[in-house]
């Protein structure tokens, strides 16, 4: 056997066949080029939360002679891809001398009415499938099919059969003005930066004013921030935007209730209501130590309620109306969760709690939206004024003349007990979380807890729940950025029970779901980032190049066997930024903020004179390449000088990502004002106050968005960014 090649006896096994069929990797290669292959009871539990038994030999034949004849019954597989602009096949299951015949109805609900051929299928061993022998055809899908989520119509020898046909473009295209250019803006953490008209937690209208401000004081054409997904409307609220309920619906917490239409035509007894509860979060804002989610929503929430009740005009119950009928069953689910959560409390994974016991189906589901239908609508409404001012937001910031404007995120997957789980549990794995292998940075491999998407499912479907998403997010963003895009390709498994290090990839068809994110960016006119930090196979970063999705380049990152790359050897298609919301910010990593955090939180695995060896050496490596390149005065890299000229290293740091060919570069709104906590420590819950830092300068003050963008470090990077 080779060094990353399965033995042939190893192949023939049933198991290792079963676990290839459906996608189940049964090997990988590590960050170290180390060689594994995957445990049989690690498999046979990755297929179990397929709904696969394989608990023995012949189960596992059973399951595969199942497969098989279930695919080669079908006529065409549930789902298949077209590239625009191409002639492309499609393979039908016919018996021999059958002759396949199509139709397709456009997404709009017309005929199609080009021709659709037929050819020759793949060379294949023809099938058995009682005493009839089972061969394939192709389908030819013209060229000038236009994009679009289509239905295809197969027909042979009057057995009929449908198919959803997603006619996707080759590839995003740069908009124009990254075509000969590039494009820049700011990266922040929504929550932190706080005016003096939030209620303690940055909000949708302070994104408003943040666009704005960035394009008319700055000239930026973006501004990244911490995903928006959906969150529990029940204190305490879960503080990190990466472990959302829904990924579907965006966070009403963000909304600001002055911002709201009917908030003028409140009666003067409910506006002063509305106003002293506002006063109750005032103190919030100048709180330079940690943001108060819980604080903020107790009195905010009042508030809401109390606009709710005060009723609408014809025309915007018309839009209300109408904004719940686009949302469809979507916005039913994660209303019905919230009602459930606010009347019978916290989703726990224990057989007696609702969430366990009830269904969406369940009849004591629909007894508590008959008895409370004010409160499913007020959940309904919150989701309606939060998309309302999120895409006001993003509105302001075209207005403004932004190219891009709000660049969203978007998680890796959802909270296991959120509304996305329990409203629709055959979209998820079942007994099995999301994570990453053992690598140099997490010894024991990372569980981050989250349900992955079915392939299966997502097949079945025509990947609707994927779309949705997709689609949801470019409505209201000109950008959107990708958390761990290597999740489109394959997903690290990990079974309940097992460690992090005990798990198995599976494999999703990355060509369906970047076509989708083509499809839906191209119609948005936007643009798509996706991070592809960490182990990222050549063939990922190659696929999304092709298909015109711009990668991730840390300069932090940017290095080998101890030696940074010049920036002018970064690659062209890539969002290109100093560091991430994973590491402190510039001045704090220049003062080892990321040494002294993992000492006091007992994080090392080694001694802290290894680790501070090891982050002086990174250090010392960044600043040579930065004086190397020219970016920095030799003078200011020497060591006894570096403190004095921190805030020079810093600007030679951003400096050097002018000097990429990257067609996005990100400056953080952090490391302009001098702020040096970091917003996450990895590894970490309630032992560090992740996502949890408000936006403070230097000297531990806040910065208030009133004059943010007029700061002089601020300033600085803007000039640095746009020379």
Known sequence: MSEHTESEDRLARPLIQLAKLVGV???????????????????????????????????QIAAIRRIQRERHQRLVAPTVLHIAGTQDKVLVNTGILEIPSATITLENGEPYEGVIGVGAGNEATAYDLDGKFISNAALIIPEDLPVGYHTLHVNVAGRKQDATLISAPSRVDLLDSMKNGTLWGWMAQLYSVRSSGSWGVGDYEDLKQMLVDAKAKTGADFVLINPVHAAEPVS??????????????????????????????????????????????????????????????????????????????????????????????????????????????????????????FTRDSQQIADLRNQF????????????????????????????GMQIGIMSDMAVGVHPLGADVWWNPERFAKGATVGAPPDMFNQQGQDWSQPPLSPLDLEATGYATYRNMVHGMFARAGAVRIDHILGLFRLWWIPAGHPAVDGAYVYYNSDIMLGILALEA?????????????????????????????????EWFEQKDGVFRAP????????????????????GYLEFEHVKIRERLGLLTGSVEEFQASAQAEQDAMIDMLVDEGYLDPAFAEPQARAEHEADIVDALYRALKGSPCKLLAASITDAVGEKRAQNQPGTNNEYPNWRVPLANAHGNVVPLEVLFDTPGVQRFAEIMNG
């Open 25 to 59: 990797g049964t090997n990988y290669v590590g960050m170290s080029h180390d060689y594994h292959e995957i445990d049989d009871d690690v498999l046979i539990a990755v297929l179990g939360a397929l709904n696969i038994d394989a608990h023995d030999e012949e189960a």
């Open 236 to 357: 305490p609220l879960t503080p990190s935007p990466y472990l959302p309920v829904s990924r579907r619906l965006i966070n009403f917490t963000y909304i600001r209730p002055e911002s709201i239409a009917e908030y003028e035509t409140l009666s003067v007894e409910a506006k002063n209501q509305v106003d002293a509860l506002h006063a109750e979060t005032e103190p919030l804002n100048g709180d330079a130590q940690l943001i108060d989610r819980d604080a903020m929503w107790h009195s905010k929430m009042h508030a809401l309620w109390i606009i709710f009740k005060s009723g609408r005009s014809a025309e915007r119950q018309a839009d209300f109306d109408s904004f719940k009928q686009e949302c469809g069953t979507d916005l039913e689910a994660y209303a019905t969760w919230c009602l459930c959560y606010d009347k019978w409390g916290t989703p726990e994974d224990r057989p007696t709690n609702w969430e366990q016991t």
């Open 373 to 400: 239908p004010d409160t499913l609508d007020f959940y309904r409404w919150l989701e309606w004024i939060a998309s309302e001012q999120l895409a006001a937001a993003q509105q302001a910031a075209k207005d403004a």
């Open 568 to 587: 002018s050897k970064w690659r062209e298609y890539a969002l290109a930024s100093v560091n991430t919301h994973d590491l402190p910010p510039a001045a």
């Open 522 to 554: 191209s119609r948005a006119g936007g643009v798509v980032v996706g991070e592809d930090l960490g182990v990222v196979p050549e063939y990922v970063a190659d696929s999304l190049s092709e298909h015109g999705l711009l990668g991730c380049a840390v």
